[in-house]
């Protein structure tokens, strides 16, 4: 069982993932407005689990929606309201991260949320944002937890800077590789013609293949795990359409068979992009009628697929060195299980 201090992959390999500069807090976070909470929850013996909130803006996200895609790989799992994101491009509440059979907890959570707001006392229809993956190696998931609270603590939990990863909310019980998943985060800084961009990741690991980092095999005694499912949370403040947001979100799967994936029958590979961008909100006098939004041009957009990438495969392998060896329930096979953290020492 490793004892290292827990750091993040460019620590440990001293030197950046990729070209693009990342942020001030190298995370999701650096995007202005974004905020993230958690709620962690490890009880007793077989309780390993809990959520992880993405707030978009500070303001009534129902009132002022912002534009979004969704991409799929490979669609063995849950995300809830995504047929309604392809459909009208446009996410209308936070986002939450939770386990598998979280999810329908995770919406009632949303609406309670949602309808709680000042100005939406006639709502009657919430498209509620849930992503999820199967923590069940390492907690008991058929108990119902996180609760509807704990979801909603997440949700008042979420606030701005520096956003805790490794083995918390969302990837409290999460394994990949066959080592110690979790929530991970990465940020770029990326110059599109005169301007320069924010663009961050948010993901929660839990998936299989033969890992890789930064280029390099990495070799060890774990099993290493073929299925698996990921959540990867993309935000931008680039003006962007919810066409090129959708083209965003596909990138992201780059950065994910960068680090080994597997990309197997039974995973679920799930990316989500929004902007927070002023000129591209969905205002509720903007959708009134005839909307004139200034956004970047198809011509433009590249430099933002290959920074996405980059943020993508580092927030990946945050997820992972900043994740502790972790003891819990394996439900599946009703006995404790103990997964192993990634070695930093094997990496540096």
Request: net charge neutral.
């Amino acid at each position: 069982m490793t004892d290292e201090k827990r750091q993040r992959i460019s620590t440990v390999i001293g030197r950046r993932i990729g070209h693009y500069q990342p942020g001030p807090l190298n995370a999701i976070t650096d995007v202005a407005g974004v905020r993230v909470g958690h709620v962690t929850l490890k009880k007793g013996d077989r309780t390993r689990t809990g959520a992880t909130a993405i707030v978009p803006h500070c303001g009534n996200l129902y009132q002022d929606k912002v534009p979004a895609g969704f991409a799929v790989l490979n669609g063995y799992g849950k995300f809830a309201g995504s047929t309604q994101i392809a459909e009208l491009g446009e996410i209308e509440t936070p986002i939450l991260l939770t386990n598998t059979l979280a999810v329908g907890r995770g919406i009632e959570a949303i609406i309670r949320h949602t309808l709680g707001q000042p100005g939406n006392a006639r709502v009657t229809s919430i498209n509620a944002v849930v992503g999820e993956t199967n923590d069940s190696r390492l907690n008991d998931i058929r108990s119902p937890r996180p609760t509807v609270e704990d979801m909603l603590t997440a949700l008042a939990a979420a606030r701005p800077g520096p956003v805790e990863e490794g083995a918390v909310g969302a990837g409290t019980g999460t394994v990949a590789f066959g080592l110690k998943g979790g929530i991970g985060t990465a940020s770029r800084l990326v110059p599109v013609g005169k301007a320069r961009y924010t663009l961050g990741v948010l993901v929660q690991s839990n998936y299989g293949g033969h890992l890789t980092v930064a280029g390099k095999p990495y070799v060890s005694d774990a099993a290493h795990d073929k299925d698996g499912s990921i959540v990867m949370i993309v935000a931008t403040d680039a003006p962007l359409s919810s066409r090129n947001l959708t083209r965003l979100a596909e990138r992201c799967f780059g950065g994910l068979a960068r680090t080994g994936a597997a990309l197997s029958n039974g995973s679920g590979d799930y990316a989500l992009a929004f902007s927070t961008a002023e000129s591209v909100r969905l205002t509720a006098e903007r959708r009134k009628g005839l909307m004139t939004l200034e956004a970047l041009s198809n011509d433009v957009v590249s430099p933002l697929f290959e920074a996405v990438i980059e943020a993508t495969e580092e927030a990946i392998l945050n997820s992972l060195t900043m994740a502790e060896t972790t003891t819990g329930y394996n439900a599946g096979k009703d006995r404790p299980e103990t997964v192993e953290a990634i070695s930093l020492s094997h990496l540096a």
